[in-house]
């Protein structure tokens, strides 16, 4: 027999499964919340650190000309001192703002979960009810 309120959360479960705030709160749920934001962290540390090698690889090929000339003159301490200092200050803003951002998500995606859940649960107990009842 189909019972109108067991195809309602059907439907909404069904509707949560199949969209995306749905299924990438799915996936979220899947991870611990430290397991998750670290992840998140190490794919930011990779990728600013993949930008950061290319783009001082442009500069350099621009400025190859100078550099080629000046060869001897140049303070390469200094130098790899800025770099290294500019790279560090561009990835903690980074890592910082994700850690930030990839926990607000997760705990979004944590309460649609819950919501999910307790749909879950709904079906589960009207699902129990009709076994109760059937015997």
Do not use: Q
Request: proline residues 0%.
């Amino acid at each position: 027999m189909i019972v109108k309120d067991k195809v309602s959360l059907m439907s909404k479960m069904a509707v949560f499964e199949n969209s995306s705030e749905g299924k990438a709160a799915l996936k979220k749920m899947s991870f611990f919340k430290s397991d998750y934001i670290r992840w998140e962290i190490l794919k930011t540390a990779a990728s600013v650190t993949v930008g950061y090698a290319l783009i001082l690889g442009l500069i350099i090929l621009y400025n190859l000309e100078y550099l080629i000339k000046n060869a001897t003159k140049l303070d390469y301490k200094l130098l790899g001192t800025k770099i290294l200092g500019i790279y560090l200050v561009v990835i903690v803003i980074y890592l910082v703002f994700t850690l930030f951002y990839s926990t607000y998500s997760f705990d979004r995606s944590k309460k649609r979960f819950i919501k999910y859940s307790k749909l879950m649960s709904k079906l589960d107990r009207i699902n129990y009810e009709e076994m109760e009842g059937d015997n």
